[in-house]
């Protein structure tokens, strides 16, 4: 069993008045989003999802936290909390 990587998503990042934006894969568990272990994310990082209605739908990471086995396995991710 692996984790479905299945919406695109974008990661914001706003430091020194600097715009980063980087694409990723994730899943909405509807008070999280799961990334990939190797996401590149952050507390305060703004994640914008594209909606089927063409809307963007923007929330706020409050925390983040990385689960990975010291063994390797294909559920290791990162768990990105959000508010809205």
Known sequence: MAINFNIPVVIRRTEHGVETRTEAMAMDLLTMYALPVDA??????EID????????????ITNVGVLQSPFGNSLDHTEAHYSE
Not at 40 to 45: A, F, H, K, S, T
Not at 49 to 60: F, I
């Open 49 to 60: 999802n594209r909606l089927p209605s063409g809307r963007v739908r923007t929330v706020r």
């Open 40 to 45: 590149d994310v952050i507390e305060g990082d």
